[in-house]
């Protein structure tokens, strides 16, 4: 073992390092530099290998070689006069030639490598078997379709005389005769039958050196012969299914060139097969990525998205699949719909639910429209509610939806197919409400209350916290025990009906005012489900939007399309104290200026009197503490909630408050 020093860990040096690191009989003992930054010194010490600044106290009988890499003189001689008498010197120079002598002969013992490996890789890819002899008959090639074919290992194979590989060869003749034979038809011991065709191997002075053969299963030809023949006619069954859809297809090569295209997507895009076939896959686009160039990245199918293409930017839904062949990537496939003829059929068929929904008189939570968490959030309790036989309180302001939300927990539950009846607490004074729900007896006949009219099925008790303390009570009555008296009876009655309630008022407040029984409010608080405003629920306002419209359109005799993007901008900017009613109602109000030959809902149709966004206080005036200190903590909490991308529960541990606490306070500024 050579124990070597490096003088200089610059560039020569670190390249030094590495090459002698991969010789076993050299070993650095140390590399010196007075750069602890150079990256000879950094690779040295990531490799444990001993660094120093100076090299004197080094100086060894130890070292055998010191290579100079400094490319200073006067290291050079100061090395010279100090090194052992035993330690050869390498001048930089003369490494700097080795280093380079090696590497290019690494680099060329690197290209034979890959060339062999190239020629190896194609020679066992072939799907024809490959044989081949030396001159004294000795298998020195053997391919993996041969292994396959003959069913002996390729190593099994090298080495051995051919009549030990394969008994009735007949290279050993070929290589005799030197004459070349053509698809020959030959039975192996595996059973596999064979086509093959044998070739005298002659180098370039003339003389042959050995033989060898290439064969082919006959199945495979056989085979391949159906498909060729089978081939156009399948083709143009193909081509007539892709000619025939009414979808636009579009097929693109691996590398995303058009190669075809169908009559329907150039009806669709406006573009020919000459502005299409040959270019690129972006070619079609005027809004939006190419999903054919997305889907040959990631070789995995994406569906559903939506963009704008084509001469007229019309809206699709684009569906591409990549087209894969024997594991290998050869393109994709995308099908275009067109959104214009979906949207006209979507639109019908949410006006036929209308209508339905309509002649049945109820709603379900297919009715609810929103994507919003905190609708979201609503829904997933209702349904919970609809499935427990248990009383529901739905808080919300006016307009909310409560009463939506009482159809659809009473449609999805146990008693759907019972009555579903709705008293309004705040329309009747005591009495009549009173004979409304309990019923009542006069000169002897009976008269049922809804109640009892609702057997087996649900009563919801709109704005319940409008009732008289004296109703509340009999009320009670009826949830804790399920028993009425009708007005001037004196016999109670079982009755078998869920409630659900609903309330705008904060009922808390009411309770502290003295106005509602605290034991009725937590008879009626078992489950309780706030539904969130408009303002709390912005995002819903284009599908809520969208879908007043096909109502409106059913009960006004039009065939609006929708709304332009100013309008839903100017519709998302209002606040909505009237929530979802308010909403119909402006859109219903802005039907009423459209044009017969307008199709959209524009921004100058809206009532202006109606969306007046609120002023700003003056500038001079102070606003209450209260308010100011609001203020501050919704900022404080809106920044939480940014520094931790939105994740709630890191939000409120940063803040040190509870996850409850932290809900509360989100809700109350509209943060949620």
Not at 324 to 349: A, P
Not at 354 to 365: A, G, K
Not at 580 to 608: A, C, G, T
Request: contains cysteine; hydrophobic residues 40%.
């Amino acid at each position: 073992m050579q124990n070597i020093l490096i003088v200089g860990a610059g560039n020569g040096g670190y390249a030094l390092l590495k090459l002698i690191e991969q010789a076993d009989y050299l070993q650095v003992t140390a590399i010196v530099d007075i750069n602890e930054e150079a990256p000879g010194m950094i690779y040295a010490k990531q490799q444990n290998i001993p660094t120093y600044s100076e090299w004197k106290s080094l100086l060894s009988n130890d070292i055998q070689i010191i290579i100079d890499v400094t490319g200073r003189k006067e290291v050079f001689y100061e090395l010279l006069q100090n090194r052992p008498a035993t330690a050869v010197l390498i001048p930089g120079e003369i490494a700097n030639l080795i280093v380079t002598l090696i590497e290019e002969k690494n680099k060329y013992i690197q290209i034979i490598d890959q060339k062999k490996a190239l020629q190896e890789l194609i020679f066992n890819s072939i799907e024809e078997g490959m044989i081949g002899i030396n001159s004294q008959g000795i298998v020195n090639f053997f391919n993996k379709s041969a292994e396959r074919m003959t069913s002996i290992l390729v190593e099994d194979a090298l080495g051995k005389h051919v009549a030990d590989v394969i008994s009735l060869s007949e290279l050993p003749r070929i290589f005799e005769t030197g004459k070349i034979e053509l698809h020959k038809e030959l039975t192996l011991e595996s059973g596999t039958k064979i086509v093959t065709s044998r070739y005298p191997m002659v180098n370039e002075e003339g003389k042959r050196i050995g033989a060898f053969a290439v064969f082919k299963d006959i199945s495979e030809v056989v085979r391949l012969a159906e498909e060729v023949t089978n081939l156009t006619e399948i083709q143009k069954m193909l081509e007539a299914i892709i000619y025939s859809s009414d979808d636009a297809i579009s097929v693109v090569d691996e590398e995303g060139k058009g190669i075809l295209i169908n009559p329907a997507y150039t009806r669709i895009t406006g573009f020919s097969e000459e502005e299409v076939i040959g270019k690129p896959a972006t070619a079609d686009i005027s809004e939006g990525e190419s999903i054919h160039l997305k889907v040959l990245q990631s070789k995995k199918p994406i569906r559903g998205v939506n963009l704008r293409v084509g001469k007229q930017e019309k809206d699709v839904i684009v569906n591409v699949a990549p087209i894969i062949v024997n594991n290998q990537l050869k393109g994709s496939v995308g099908v275009i719909h067109d959104m214009t003829e979906m949207r006209g059929l979507m639109k019908e068929l949410d006006r036929a639910r209308t209508i339905i929904r309509t002649l049945e008189s109820t709603y379900s939570f297919e009715d609810i429209v929103g994507t919003s968490d905190e609708i979201n959030l609503a829904i997933e309790q209702a349904k919970l509610a609809a499935n427990v036989p248990i009383t529901v309180l739905l808080r919300g302001e006016v307009g909310a939806g409560k009463d939506l939300f009482a159809h659809a927990i009473h449609g999805e539950s146990g008693r759907s197919s019972y009555p579903f009846i709705r008293v309004n607490c705040s329309s009747l004074e005591e009495h009549l409400l009173e004979r409304e729900l309990f019923g009542y007896e006069e000169d002897g006949i009976k008269y049922p209350g809804k109640l009892e009219e609702a057997y087996k099925g649900t009563v919801f008790l709109d704005e319940v916290g409008e009732l008289t303390k004296k109703t509340q009570a009999k009320l009670l009555q009826v949830l804790r025990d399920n028993i009425i008296i009708p007005i001037g009876a004196t016999t109670p009655k079982q009755v078998d009906v869920r409630i659900i309630a609903a309330s705008s008022l904060n009922l808390e407040k009411a309770m502290r005012d003295g106005t509602f029984r605290e034991d009725f409010y937590f008879q009626l608080n078992r489950m309780p489900i706030y539904i969130p405003s408009l303002r709390q629920r912005k995002k819903d306002i284009p599908l809520l939007a969208e879908r007043l419209l096909v109502k409106l359109n059913q009960e006004f005799g039009r065939n609006i399309e929708g709304f332009s993007e100013e309008a839903l901008e100017t519709l998302c900017l209002y606040d909505w104290p009237g929530n979802v009613r308010e909403l119909e109602n402006i859109i219903s109000r802005s039907m009423i200026f459209l044009q017969s030959n307008e199709r959209l809902v524009d921004e100058q149709h809206l009532p202006k009197s109606m969306l007046q966004l609120s002023q700003g206080e003056d500038e001079d005036s102070i606003a209450p503490l209260a308010d100011q200190m609001d203020e501050m903590e919704k900022r404080v909490l809106a920044q939480a909630l940014k520094i931790c991308d939105g994740n709630k529960s890191q939000a409120a541990k940063k803040l040190s408050i509870s996850l409850r606490s932290l809900y509360y306070k989100l809700e109350k500024h509209n943060l949620v």
